[in-house]
């Protein structure tokens, strides 16, 4: 009988060694997978946000050589989505698809969020001087649907 409590205690023994160790090894890997996620989504914004600043520098040069600048032509087009206002005004834009309001894009930040009915966006905000008129270049990086 002794023997008999000894094996099945024995099995049972390693029974819950193994299902701890398999419970351990799973939070593991989980855990480095959802490491990966997040460093995916940095790397994404991170790249997104250094192209927007590219567009908006290129956006600049452009309003410098000409008073109507043309921000989408041939092979020289700026990619994303770029709007220029002045006073509250849009006066030049590269994308149809989001046009946002001034309202909503409106504020003294470099960085931040903007929620529009098409999604989540990361919004930076450059003030430029031009022809002694101040003017706001932005652009959205869109991170979410909604």
Sequence with gaps: MKNILRRY?????VLLLTAGLIVVVYQH??????????????TKVQDGIMAA?????QIKDRLVLSPYPHLKTGKESIKGAYYVF???QLIYWTNNGVIPE???VEGGYHYRTVSLKTGLYV????????QNQDLEIFSLF???KE
């Design 102 to 104: 001034y309202e909503q």
């Design 86 to 88: 002045r006073r509250g």
């Design 142 to 144: 869109h991170i979410r």
């Design 123 to 130: 919004a930076i905000r450059q003030p430029v001087l031009y």
């Design 29 to 42: 890997y989980y855990q480095l997978d959802e490491n990966r996620q997040v460093q995916y989504i940095q």
């Design 9 to 13: 205690g024995l099995l049972f023994g």
């Design 53 to 57: 600043e590219k567009g908006i520098g």
